[in-house]
């Protein structure tokens, strides 16, 4: 099995010529403030917490607005899942938990939460264009689409709801039909319900996910979370800073190489990256784990392996303490590297993670933090640095 982990091995060190000498390392945590997340419930935001909130760089605020209706249910059998799992994932979402739809204007503290989300998911249910709030919700959403500054990604998922009859000159279907009982409503206000209408069409016009009542809406919510986790961290899409200038490019290439060859999203991933000592190996791994850290439950980034290893009594140990206790969130007793593998193997074989292997120089090493894939969860990536350009097999000591 470690023969084939070898051969799963992918020494990329064409990457090394992409990487500038005055890139700096840096802690992956200090990229971006706004990477920090918490799965914590209390920690959701809610339409009290965004009052308080610093709106100073507001398109920082929030990964995801949710913006949905109460009137037609599907809030208890849909949106609270989908919001559920967003949440595990790490995607951190405006939720405005209390919302009544009340027939007022939208809050100011509403207004900079769609303004600071870098995405907005639209349910577009049955009677989510009869409330008024809704559809101002949807007015601002679709401005900050439009907004150079802002350029908001937006995610329709039309809930039980043909997306072809918002298109129809006829206007007529569900969606239609709520919305002539609110357009009846305001009918004196002709520019309201032309922004309405306006904001209607061109968020059918936006390509989305469709909800039948065939579909299994567990596998279309796993299925639509990827999606948002694709969008989000797309290293393309990123505010990168200013001090790493390139390295949108090199996130690129190293994203391809991992995805690019890959015969199974369930596949267990190592990727190595090789090259000279100070050409950036290490920026480039920790930028990866960064933007990459919320489409797995867990990361993990071991630095200076070699090191490690030379200096410190049972320092091979102390690595495997720190892998378990990065992903398990405790201490764990190990007594020498057998018993650490074999913990290794039975706590995080269900973990999808992260891991960085920083420095690595003996197949020792790799034997004792990651000899096989079945050691970790489906979809779990392994990467591996290491000074040179030797396989790692051909070391000696």
């Known amino acids: 099995m470690l023969e084939q982990l070898l051969v799963i091995l992918i020494l990329l060190c064409v990457l090394s010529k992409y990487i500038s000498d005055g890139t700096r390392r840096r802690d992956p945590r200090r990229l971006d403030a706004s990477s920090s997340s918490s799965t914590n419930p209390q920690d959701t935001p809610s339409l009290d917490a965004a009052s308080s909130s610093s709106v100073s760089n507001p398109h920082d605020n929030y990964d995801v607005f949710l913006s949905f209706t109460h009137r037609d249910g599907t809030w208890k059998i849909f949106t609270s899942h989908l919001h559920k799992a967003l949440k595990q994932k790490g995607i951190y979402t405006f939720l405005d938990a209390e919302r009544l739809e009340r027939d007022e204007d939208v809050s100011p503290e509403l207004d900079n939460a769609i303004k600071g989300s870098r995405c907005a998911v639209v349910v577009l ?105 694709s969008k989000l961290f797309d290293p393309a899409l990123l505010n990168i800073s200013e001090d790493l200038v390139g390295m949108e490019s090199r996130l690129e290439k190293l994203k391809r190489c991992v995805y690019g060859s890959r015969s199974s999203s369930g596949d267990v991933r190592f990727i190595g990256i090789c090259g000279l000592g100070g050409v950036g190996k290490t920026t480039l791994a920790e930028a990866y784990l960064k933007y990459m850290s919320r489409q797995f439950q867990a990361t993990s980034f071991l630095a200076n392996v070699r090191e490690t290893c030379e200096k410190e009594h049972d320092g091979l140990v102390k690595l ?20 650490g593998k074999g913990m290794i193997r039975r706590r995080l074989r269900s973990k999808k993670i992260l891991v960085v292997l920083d420095d690595v120089d003996h197949l020792n090493q790799l034997r004792g933090l990651a000899e096989k894939n079945n050691w970790f969860g489906h979809g779990s990536q392994i990467i591996v640095l290491k000074k040179g350009k030797k396989n790692i097999a051909e070391e000696k000591r």
């Open 125 to 229: 249910s049955k009677k989510y264009a009869s409330s008024r709030w809704c559809m101002d919700e949807l007015v601002q959403i679709i401005k900050c689409r439009k907004d150079s500054k802002i350029k908001q990604i937006v995610l329709p998922i039309f809930y039980h709801v043909n997306r072809d009859e918002i298109l129809e000159k006829e206007m007529k279907g569900p969606i239609w039909e709520g919305f002539q009982s609110l357009k009846e409503k305001f009918r004196d206000n002709k520019e309201k319900v032309k922004s309405w209408t306006d904001a209607l069409l061109q968020l059918g016009n936006i390509i989305g996910d469709s909800a039948y009542d065939s579909t299994i809406e567990a596998q279309f919510i796993e299925d639509f979370i990827e999606v948002v986790s």
């Open 320 to 339: 495997q303490k720190q892998l378990l206790r990065d992903v398990l969130k405790g201490e764990h007793t190990i007594n020498n590297v057998s018993e």
